[in-house]
T-cell receptor, first 115, second 114 residues
Framework: AQSVTQLGSHVSVSEGALVLLRCNYS??????LFWYVQYPNQGLQLLLK??????LVKGINGFEAEFKKSETSFHLTKPSAHMSDAAEYFC?????????????FGTGTRLTIIP | DTGVSQDPRHKITKRGQNVTFRCDPI?????LYWYRQTLGQGPEFLTY????????KSRLLSDRFSAERPKGSFSTLEIQRTEQGDSAMYLC????????????FGPGTRLTVL
């Protein structure tokens, strides 16, 4: 079975500082990996995804993530935080062996931006 | 493209009552998913449809839960004899069904069982 661990349920960074949100996965095969963002009382929006190919993936709003198989990690970064980045972020995996695309999510990281 | 819509956005009910939620996926998306999200947790998979066929159900989906997708368009999720533990956000997502495609999520229905 697949699982996702997000280290740090709450992360606070100053506006303009580096954002680093951690995600580690457990899977018997290389999974597909996703980062979603959720604003209050809204659904989830895809930030970026890794399926195959280049391990450094760029997404929307200046975010990027790097798939590191040796570390089973897929950490999310942004060079300079903006107030509008305050939200909940979820890392998720899906098993590419099955065609159902069922997502397994981590417990989320709430990002707070300090003015 | 109007996105995935869900109705109602909020539902408050008393324990023991039945509730039904509706999800309208993006037009021509043949896959539709239901997830449940409780406070402080990530979404958990409940079930999914390929067109009108329900292909997988999670063990989280007890006998009190039933989902349908008649004609492969909108979907409904019914909870019978609601319990306080059913209080959660119920999220619907749809995808075109091709490999590596993302799921597009609706805004969710927040259920509160008193």
């Amino acid at each position: 079975a697949q699982s996702v661990t997000q280290l740090g349920s709450h992360v606070s960074v100053s506006e303009g500082a580096l954002v680093l949100l951690r995600c580690n996965y457990s899977s018997s095969v290389p999974p597909y990996l996703f980062w979603y963002v959720q604003y209050p009382n809204q659904g989830l929006q895809l930030l970026l995804k890794y399926t195959t190919g280049a391990t450094l993936v760029k997404g929307i709003n200046g975010f990027e993530a790097e798939f590191k198989k040796s570390e089973t990690s897929f950490h999310l970064t942004k060079p300079s935080a903006h107030m509008s980045d305050a939200a909940e972020y979820f890392c998720a995996v899906t098993d590419p062996r099955f065609g159902n695309e069922k997502l397994t999510f981590g417990t989320g990281t709430r990002l707070t931006i300090i003015p | 493209d109007t996105g995935v819509s869900q109705d109602p956005r909020h539902k408050i009910t008393k324990r023991g009552q039945n509730v039904t939620f509706r999800c309208d996926p993006i037009s021509e998306h043949n896959r539709l998913y239901w997830y449940r999200q409780t406070l402080g947790q990530g979404p958990e998979f409940l079930t999914y449809f390929q067109n009108e066929a329900q292909l997988e159900k999670s063990r989280l989906l007890s006998d009190r839960f039933s989902a349908e997708r008649p004609k492969g368009s909108f979907s409904t999720l019914e909870i019978q004899r609601t319990e306080q533990g059913d209080s959660a956000m119920y999220l619907c997502a749809s995808s075109p069904g091709q490999v590596r495609n993302e799921q597009f999520f609706g805004p969710g229905t927040r259920l509160t069982v008193l």
